[in-house]
């Protein structure tokens, strides 16, 4: 991967770097990493953000937490997302979206510093269904994946009625760009904590219009053919979820926990938190919840990442 204009932010802990790249479709793609200053990593983490945002800014404090506990963080910015180019917030089709995904990551996880070193996806909401789709085009290619509220389902209140539906589908072969998705501001659903609130739509990079007509459409057949095939998942797994979640649905991710073929496979429910459980809650809720992430990861860091990661057993969380 040939640098374009890269950005280096250097501490005694965490180096960060900025790279663009092309997709197979040619079009410009930011990642970044943030990697462990002092110390060879200890795996992978490759990030997968949510609709509307974007990783350099908004995911800076989970690549900077995963870096100080000796990870090394690789994100990267959907088209028309973030720093990406293409038309903002426009999914055209998202096996596209988990293609561009699938292969930077690959790219990095055989590169020879760490292609003998576990590798985990992490995706939080959407980024969720990118992880999971990605698992599902290289079924046997990683050591796990962290997903923080997953969008496996999206929460019946945030989709319209069915009549409006059907107009508007109708629509998307005809204006797919055009922003006339009636929905509810997601930032005020899933951000808890009021300050974090201010600053999340103070970031440059946030989409703040209504979804577009073919980008909804790619969400909702997406979140309907994950549901339906919460069986082939076969990874290790982490699910974290707010239980007063009102963007992805709670009782779907127990339907994952309950379906997936996977032999190591936790649940983490957590009372009274929201959407955004590791950025919009309170301080000691992140914590808590990064803490909780951390610690499933450092069990399952040790272990060599060939074709066949190693699979170990673990409880639900629930009751």
């Known amino acids: 991967m040939a640098p374009d204009m890269p950005g280096e932010q250097h501490s ?11 997709s197979s479709q040619g079009v410009k793609l930011f990642t970044c990493r943030w990697v462990p200053a002092d110390r060879q990593a200890k795996a992978l983490i490759c990030l997968c953000h949510g609709y509307g945002i974007e990783c350099s800014i908004f995911m800076k404090d989970t690549g900077v937490r995963f870096a100080k506990a000796g990870y090394a963080v690789f994100g990267i910015d959907y088209e028309g997302h973030g720093k990406s180019a293409g038309t903002q917030c426009y999914i055209k089709s998202f096996d596209d979206l988990v293609a561009d995904c699938a292969t930077f990551f690959r790219s990095v996880a055989e590169s ?14 959407m980024g969720g269904a990118v992880a999971l789709l990605i698992h599902r085009k290289q079924p046997n290619y990683w050591s796990g ?9 999206i929460t019946e209140e945030l989709i319209p009625p069915p009549l409006v539906l059907s107009i508007l589908w109708t629509l998307t072969a005809i204006i797919p760009t055009w922003k006339l998705m009636p929905t509810q501001d997601i930032t005020d659903v899933g951000i808890k904590d009021p300050d974090k609130r201010m ?6 990079y946030l989409y703040r219009g209504r979804p577009r007509l073919k980008t909804a459409f790619e969400l909702l057949m997406t979140s309907l053919d994950i549901e339906k095939r919460l069986d082939e998942v076969m990874l290790p797994f982490l699910i974290v979820h707010g239980e007063d979640d009102r963007v992805t649905d709670p009782s779907v991710s127990k339907l994952l926990y309950a379906s997936a073929k996977s ?4 649940l983490k429910l957590y009372p009274n938190m929201w959407h955004g459980l590791t950025y919009g809650e309170p301080p000691e809720h992140i914590e808590l919840v990064f803490s909780d992430i951390i610690a499933w990861l450092g069990k399952r860091s040790a272990a060599v990442c060939p074709e066949e990661p190693p699979l170990e057993t673990s409880r639900n969380s629930l009751p």
């Open 12 to 22: 005694n802990v965490v180096k960060y770097e900025e790279e663009f790249i092309q």
């Open 112 to 125: 020879v510093e760490y292609r003998e070193k576990a590798r985990f996806l992490y995706g939080e909401s």
């Open 145 to 153: 994946a962290v997903l923080v509220a997953p969008m496996c389902k």
């Open 199 to 204: 600053e999340l739509r103070a970031n440059p």
């Open 263 to 266: 032999l190591d496979k936790t």
